[in-house]
């Protein structure tokens, strides 16, 4: 035990000796004091062996972040007329070193005397005493795991958290982090973005490195739940572990493991999604091992001056990436190049104290790069970001007003849902520097999530040729990609049969089962064409003396029905082809058609039990009922309301519909969707039902041409196609339901035009011997001859 004080004690006294800086702290008094949280330094001593932590790697871009706060904050407090009138705000801002631990300190510091946490577990009844929060926001932080850690705390006694760079998606869920806030978009856009920019490259394999924290680890998860929605192949995922860094000897494992993945895979770009520090690691092995690849950048590090500078970088091959949308922060590169001039804070001091000013000697040629050891201001001006340093310029500017605003900052709109704003990304490209010195960082295109992504032309075409890193990429019409051998290398092979080399999914016009329908709706139009022909010159022509068979179907009702089938046989082409706004007009009219037809039946119906039926009671009855006309139009009148509602207000529209293989489009369905569908389908089938019920109940009554019991097996037929077929339609998915119903119309058409019109059309055509009175007459008196009933003859 003694060794192990004497041990302890001593790493302690090395760790205090060790020259590492230490967090720092800078403070502003004022009525409102805004804290500020900040990686200043980037990297912690911190392992498994416990004792202090210290902070290394200072980074001028972060202190210069910094300055950005300070500089809003003392923009807001002068500003002629003031922001806020008898107000001073006073800033605390703390270096966290991207360390979790650090930061939670810090966020503890801010909220210190100022109202204890222990206020928030008092029941809402007890008053308590303790002042409220001086610190109103605090902005910051910069990485999303930081971020998560002090929003948990923040919550409790409510104070507002707004991050200028963490984009974790987890960050948007209110119920857990209810008063967070950020000017960056979650990273569910920028993966949204990423995918859009492999689309529009038609890039088909790509490989996932990420990282075990908030950014890395959800940012690498939708990624991969993104591409599994689509026909882009994962190659490979690597998640680097929160302490990849931390042993030399694992670091060096770790990332021969990854040069080998990446040299064995068939990816046509490598996406890393994770921490700027640890990507630097890996370009270093890349470029050792002059890996030439296609990469693409997160926004934690696709305008990184410092791997932008690498030497070697060059070497690694093309880089595009997403940022931030950018803007400059108005008047702060100038403050920037006066910045020693008389100002003070305690940053400053701290900065000057291990980067004293350069010499003023004009021959000293001083470059101009993140390792400087002294501070040139025109060099730190170059260093000024328009991306999270206008991002923090935003969260100071905005306060209070964040949570139910629509505000314009300069030239730059911004509201928020979920705490996340409504801003998009710009696209970069690192193109090859002038000088030879690094990669040139240029914006080639934007992305918003309201719109397409946009890229220039030329570009487009370029990528779009075929790479070395897949097996096949573009195939020839009437074939598609296939999985070869390996994981994510492809193959064309010929589509199956009835689909499309695209991979879009629908009833074609040249399909078998179209095919098959087309001639059976040729079919239906030329029987419904010939009936209305029929009809015609037997009843306009002996328009003095309907021809008993018309008469028989019911006289000029008769046209209405052929019509309507005829309208119905028309209609079923709109079920076949790709959907489109216009052919999704037939679904909500069929039911019109059929609902005219039911209503043309039941008036023949009614007209043959008034010429047959002697009770008197029920000639009444039926003799109140038999108006064709007024049954026609009150019938299919409530059908073409439900339906003009339907069309008008609700009307299906073309959807797309994606698997894993496929795009099926289809007529969509809307929330209405089933309601009217269902009050369509079963109100025709109820007009069906009586039909058959009154057709039934006529079968018996002398009718030479069997009008009752041709419409009863034409009503069985009817409702038997639409029993089968409700259920078929509603749990049926896939390009054949619009087919299931074109072939529901159609039967139900040729089940009324075989059954009730043809025979008539034959005696029309055939048996002319039939179609006069006398013959009528003849039948009745044998009808009931039979059933010893004498019936005269008219004198």
């Given at each position: 035990?003694?060794?192990?004080?004497?041990?302890?004690?001593?790493?302690?006294?090395?760790?205090?000796?060790?020259?590492?800086?230490?967090?720092?702290?800078?403070?502003?008094?004022?009525?409102?004091?805004?804290?500020?949280?900040?990686?200043?330094?980037?990297?912690?001593?911190?392992?498994?062996?416990?004792?202090?932590?210290?902070?290394?790697?200072?980074?001028?871009?972060?202190?210069?972040?910094?300055?950005?706060?300070?500089?809003?904050?003392?923009?807001?407090?002068?500003?002629?007329?003031?922001?806020?009138?008898?107000?001073?705000?006073?800033?605390?801002?703390?270096?966290?070193?991207?360390?979790v631990s650090l930061a939670i300190k810090a966020t503890l510091q801010l909220i210190k005397n100022q109202s204890e946490l222990q206020s928030c577990l008092l029941p809402d009844h007890i008053n308590s005493s303790l002042p409220k929060p001086q610190t109103k926001v605090v902005i910051g932080e910069r990485y999303s795991e930081v971020s998560t850690?002090?929003?948990?705390?923040?919550?409790?006694?409510?104070?507002?958290?707004?991050?200028?760079?963490?984009?974790?998606?987890?960050?948007?869920?209110?119920?857990?982090?209810?008063?967070?806030?950020?000017?960056?978009?979650?990273?569910?856009?920028?993966?949204?973005?990423?995918?859009?920019?492999?689309?529009?490259?038609?890039?088909?394999?790509?490989?996932?490195?990420?990282?075990?924290?908030?950014?890395?680890?959800?940012?690498?998860?939708?990624?991969?739940?993104?591409?599994?929605?689509?026909?882009?192949?994962?190659?490979?995922?690597?998640?680097?572990?929160?302490?990849?860094?931390?042993?030399?000897?694992?670091?060096?494992?770790?990332?021969?493991?990854?040069?080998?993945?990446?040299?064995?895979?068939?990816?046509?770009?490598?996406?890393?999604?994770?921490?700027?520090?640890?990507?630097?690691?890996?370009?270093?092995?890349?470029?050792?091992?002059?890996?030439?690849?296609?990469?693409?950048?997160?926004?934690?590090?696709?305008?990184?001056?410092?791997?932008?500078?690498?030497?070697?970088?060059?070497?690694?091959?093309?880089?595009?990436?997403?940022?931030?949308?950018?803007?400059?922060?108005?008047?702060?590169?100038?403050?920037?190049?006066?910045?020693?001039?008389?100002?003070?804070?305690?940053?400053?001091?701290?900065?000057?104290?291990?980067?004293?000013?350069?010499?003023?000697?004009?021959?000293?040629?001083?470059?101009?790069?993140?390792?400087?050891?002294?501070?040139?201001?025109?060099?730190?001006?170059?260093?000024?970001?328009?991306?999270?340093?206008?991002?923090?310029?935003?969260?100071?500017?905005?306060?209070?007003?964040?949570?139910?605003?629509?505000?314009?900052?300069?030239?730059?709109?911004?509201?928020?849902?979920?705490?996340?704003?409504?801003?998009?990304?710009?696209?970069?490209?690192?193109?090859?520097?002038?000088?030879?010195?690094?990669?040139?960082?240029?914006?080639?295109?934007?992305?918003?999530?309201?719109?397409?992504?946009?890229?220039?032309?030329?570009?487009?075409?370029?990528?779009?040729?075929?790479?070395?890193?897949?097996?096949?990429?573009?195939?020839?019409?009437?074939?598609?990609?296939?999985?070869?051998?390996?994981?994510?290398?492809?193959?064309?092979?010929?589509?199956?049969?009835?689909?499309?080399?695209?991979?879009?999914?629908?009833?074609?016009?040249?399909?078998?089962?179209?095919?098959?329908?087309?001639?059976?709706?040729?079919?239906?139009?030329?029987?419904?064409?010939?009936?209305?022909?029929?009809?015609?010159?037997?009843?306009?022509?002996?328009?003095?003396?309907?021809?008993?068979?018309?008469?028989?179907?019911?006289?000029?009702?008769?046209?209405?029905?052929?019509?309507?089938?005829?309208?119905?046989?028309?209609?079923?082409?709109?079920?076949?082809?790709?959907?489109?706004?216009?052919?999704?007009?037939?679904?909500?009219?069929?039911?019109?058609?059929?609902?005219?037809?039911?209503?043309?039946?039941?008036?023949?119906?009614?007209?043959?039990?008034?010429?047959?039926?002697?009770?008197?009671?029920?000639?009444?009855?039926?003799?109140?009922?038999?108006?064709?006309?007024?049954?026609?139009?009150?019938?299919?009148?409530?059908?073409?309301?439900?339906?003009?509602?339907?069309?008008?207000?609700?009307?299906?529209?073309?959807?797309?519909?994606?698997?894993?293989?496929?795009?099926?489009?289809?007529?969509?369905?809307?929330?209405?969707?089933?309601?009217?569908?269902?009050?369509?389908?079963?109100?025709?089938?109820?007009?069906?039902?009586?039909?058959?019920?009154?057709?039934?109940?006529?079968?018996?009554?002398?009718?030479?041409?069997?009008?009752?019991?041709?419409?009863?097996?034409?009503?069985?037929?009817?409702?038997?196609?639409?029993?089968?077929?409700?259920?078929?339609?509603?749990?049926?998915?896939?390009?054949?339901?619009?087919?299931?119903?074109?072939?529901?119309?159609?039967?139900?058409?040729?089940?009324?035009?075989?059954?009730?019109?043809?025979?008539?059309?034959?005696?029309?055509?055939?048996?002319?011997?039939?179609?006069?009175?006398?013959?009528?007459?003849?039948?009745?008196?044998?009808?009931?001859?039979?059933?010893?009933?004498t019936v005269g003859k008219k004198s």
């Amino acid at each position: 035990m003694l060794l192990l004080g004497l041990l302890l004690s001593f790493l302690s006294v090395f760790h205090s000796h060790s020259g590492h800086d230490t967090g720092l702290h800078v403070h502003s008094p004022g009525d409102i004091i805004i804290g500020g949280l900040f990686p200043i330094h980037l990297k912690t001593n911190r392992s498994e062996i416990p004792g202090n932590i210290f902070c290394s790697d200072y980074n001028f871009q972060m202190f210069l972040r910094t300055q950005v706060m300070i500089y809003a904050i003392e923009e807001i407090n002068q500003r002629t007329p003031r922001l806020l009138p008898n107000i001073t705000l006073g800033y605390d801002i703390y270096d966290t070193c991207g360390d979790v631990s650090l930061a939670i300190k810090a966020t503890l510091q801010l909220i210190k005397n100022q109202s204890e946490l222990q206020s928030c577990l008092l029941p809402d009844h007890i008053n308590s005493s303790l002042p409220k929060p001086q610190t109103k926001v605090v902005i910051g932080e910069r990485y999303s795991e930081v971020s998560t850690a002090v929003a948990r705390i923040l919550a409790l006694p409510s104070v507002t958290q707004i991050s200028y760079a963490s984009t974790s998606e987890l960050l948007s869920k209110k119920f857990k982090f209810p008063t967070f806030f950020r000017t960056v978009p979650s990273d569910e856009f920028q993966t949204k973005a990423i995918y859009e920019l492999v689309k529009e490259f038609n890039w088909k394999t790509v490989a996932i490195v990420g990282s075990d924290d908030e950014y890395g680890k959800y940012g690498s998860n939708r990624l991969q739940y993104i591409f599994s929605k689509s026909d882009v192949c994962v190659d490979f995922v690597e998640i680097l572990s929160g302490d990849f860094l931390e042993s030399s000897s694992d670091t060096n494992e770790i990332l021969m493991d990854l040069k080998d993945k990446i040299d064995d895979s068939l990816a046509e770009a490598i996406i890393m999604f994770t921490k700027g520090t640890f990507v630097e690691a890996i370009l270093k092995a890349v470029i050792e091992n002059n890996m030439n690849r296609t990469w693409i950048a997160s926004d934690s590090w696709s305008i990184s001056a410092k791997l932008s500078t690498m030497p070697g970088i060059e070497k690694i091959g093309q880089v595009f990436g997403f940022t931030f949308k950018r803007n400059e922060v108005p008047g702060f590169r100038d403050l920037v190049r006066s910045m020693f001039n008389g100002s003070e804070n305690d940053l400053l001091e701290y900065h000057l104290s291990h980067y004293p000013l350069c010499s003023d000697d004009p021959e000293e040629i001083i470059e101009c790069n993140l390792s400087m050891e002294c501070s040139d201001p025109k060099c730190l001006a170059k260093f000024v970001d328009q991306d999270q340093s206008y991002s923090i310029y935003l969260a100071v500017q905005l306060l209070k007003e964040i949570q139910n605003t629509n505000i314009t900052v300069n030239t730059t709109n911004i509201y928020f849902n979920n705490g996340d704003p409504s801003l998009g990304y710009d696209i970069v490209y690192w193109n090859k520097s002038e000088t030879n010195k690094g990669m040139k960082i240029e914006p080639i295109g934007e992305y918003w999530p309201s719109r397409n992504i946009s890229l220039p032309d030329d570009l487009t075409a370029k990528i779009k040729t075929v790479s070395v890193f897949n097996c096949s990429k573009i195939c020839l019409p009437g074939n598609w990609l296939k999985v070869k051998g390996e994981k994510c290398c492809f193959e064309c092979v010929k589509c199956p049969e009835r689909q499309v080399s695209n991979g879009q999914c629908f009833i074609v016009w040249l399909d078998t089962l179209s095919i098959t329908l087309v001639i059976k709706q040729f079919n239906g139009i030329l029987y419904s064409r010939n009936g209305l022909i029929y009809y015609w010159n037997n009843w306009w022509r002996r328009l003095n003396c309907h021809t008993p068979v018309v008469k028989a179907v019911g006289g000029c009702a008769c046209f209405f029905e052929l019509l309507s089938l005829l309208f119905n046989s028309c209609l079923t082409f709109t079920f076949l082809g790709k959907p489109t706004k216009y052919s999704c007009v037939g679904i909500p009219l069929f039911g019109y058609g059929f609902s005219v037809c039911m209503a043309c039946i039941l008036a023949n119906l009614l007209q043959i039990m008034l010429g047959f039926n002697f009770d008197v009671r029920v000639r009444t009855w039926i003799k109140r009922l038999h108006q064709p006309i007024a049954v026609i139009v009150i019938i299919s009148g409530i059908q073409l309301a439900v339906s003009l509602t339907w069309l008008i207000l609700f009307l299906p529209s073309p959807t797309e519909m994606e698997d894993t293989k496929t795009i099926l489009h289809s007529c969509g369905m809307n929330n209405q969707f089933e309601k009217f569908f269902a009050a369509t389908v079963s109100y025709n089938a109820f007009l069906g039902f009586i039909c058959f019920l009154f057709a039934f109940k006529s079968k018996q009554l002398p009718d030479l041409y069997k009008n009752a019991s041709l419409i009863t097996v034409s009503m069985v037929l009817f409702l038997i196609v639409w029993i089968i077929f409700l259920p078929l339609f509603l749990t049926l998915e896939g390009r054949y339901k619009p087919v299931i119903s074109a072939a529901a119309i159609l039967i139900s058409t040729y089940s009324v035009l075989s059954c009730h019109l043809a025979p008539k059309c034959y005696i029309i055509v055939f048996r002319k011997e039939l179609n006069n009175q006398n013959a009528i007459s003849e039948y009745i008196r044998k009808h009931y001859e039979q059933k010893g009933i004498t019936v005269g003859k008219k004198s």
